[in-house]
């Protein structure tokens, strides 16, 4: 059995502050690191110990260069870097028996949340097929394209509660409660670790329960930002109309590369050309 492990950093154990934790180069982003290194690695250890065989770690937070090397789990490999069009490229299909996702986040605008965004701190509101979508939803989505089920999540409170949204049900480890966008109850990290280990262990042990996340091709996708100069950024990528002055829509039947051509060229990492 294979299980792919999506890792991000804004949900990670004790990680409150974007700037000075979650950013490279940021006073306290070493020690974010080990916060990361101690969730991802609990994870691992639970589904091995369910009898997984095999595990894909994706650091996808910021560079892809988050992971401490030296310090991950010797069962798993890690995709680092963030190479773009990233499913494609891993052939993601039938043989993942599901995906996790390690340190998420509610999506921008949710009220009490905390580090709440959708991607890019820029957008304001995602829309697939006119429905209101955070990064959990979309991955999931993504993931449902290739007959993945997402099983677990782990992250703040806010994260899990945008999860009951989802019409799928998966594991929900909760690592800290959210108080606002710059501050929330944290637990210990060796709470933390017996949590996420019980969770993805849980997870593993009802895989058969689990089914992929549809939407429905073709796609839409419908992206709102915040100022206008979200939207004149935007639409200079090909491909994109532009909806109004702070909103733009993108279509295609694929919905992995559909959003990596996009959120790739916007955030100025490279997508690769179709074969």
Known sequence: MRIFIMVDMEGISGVVDFNKQATPGGPDYQKAREYLMSDVNAAIEGVMEAGVKEVVVFDMHYYGLNILLDKINPQAKVIMG???KIYP???LDESYKGMMMIGYHAMAGVKGGLITHTYDFSMKNLYLNDILTGEIGMEAAIAGTYGVPL?????DSKAMEEGKELPTDFEKAVVKYAI?????????LPITRKIIKEKAKSAVKRIEEFKPYIVSSPYTVKVEFFEVSGAEKAVKISGVKRLNDKMVEFKGDDLAFLWENFISKYQGYAVEERE
């Open 151 to 155: 099983i677990m999540v782990s992250g």
């Open 82 to 84: 963030k190479p773009a």
């Open 180 to 188: 606002n966008e710059h501050s929330a109850l944290c637990l210990p």
């Open 89 to 91: 490229l891993l052939k």
